[in-house]
């Protein structure tokens, strides 16, 4: 075990399997020039979306973040199927962005994807702070709360 994999036994985060999309022909994460992309990934258990509707309307901020935080997992998850099992090879985290179903009005969007960053951060530590994008939109695919992706920094 690495140093991140005894950080989440420390924290109680077991890292889920990585889901195979469902819908479309997409690489769900892409290794290139030290970098690592994922694309987004859902609110979901074993495929079993956990989070539906809008914030403000359906789910409360609370659900909201618990609903990028479960996303955020899913980028992880990907991560380490990407880096086979070595979350040890993640020198940063660069970038998440996070896309968030709300109501007309809901200004609490940056609030929600909070949930993603701060699971970052517990995981990772200092090499879990990042730069962020939070979007409200008015759909989501499958009517989800929230998508999160993320971009890391790989070492040697």
């Known amino acids: 075990m690495g140093i991140i994999d005894d950080r989440l036994v420390e924290l109680g985060i077991e890292i889920p399997v990585a889901a195979i999309p469902k819908a479309a022909k997409i690489e769900?994460?892409?290794i290139f020039n030290k970098t690592l992309?994922?694309?987004?990934?859902?609110p979901a258990i074993d495929g079993d979306v956990k989070y539906i509707g809008h914030v403000g309307r359906e789910q409360s901020l609370a659900n909201g973040q618990?609903?990028?935080r479960l996303s955020a997992l899913?980028?992880?998850?990907q991560a380490k199927h990407a880096l086979n099992g070595d979350l040890d090879r993640i020198e940063r985290v660069l970038n998440l962005r996070g896309f968030v179903a709300t109501i007309e009005g809901f200004d609490q969007v940056a609030q929600v994807v909070n949930g993603a960053s701060e699971l970052l951060h517990d995981i990772f530590g200092d090499m879990g702070k990042h730069t962020r994008t939070a979007v409200g939109v008015a759909s989501m695919p499958y009517n989800v709360t929230v998508e999160i992706e993320g971009?890391?920094?790989?070492k040697d």
Not at 151 to 154: T, V, Y
């Open 151 to 154: 971009l890391f920094a790989l």
């Open 37 to 42: 992309r994922v694309s987004g990934q859902l």
């Open 74 to 77: 899913n980028v992880v998850a």
């Open 66 to 68: 618990a609903a990028a």
């Open 28 to 30: 769900t994460y892409l």
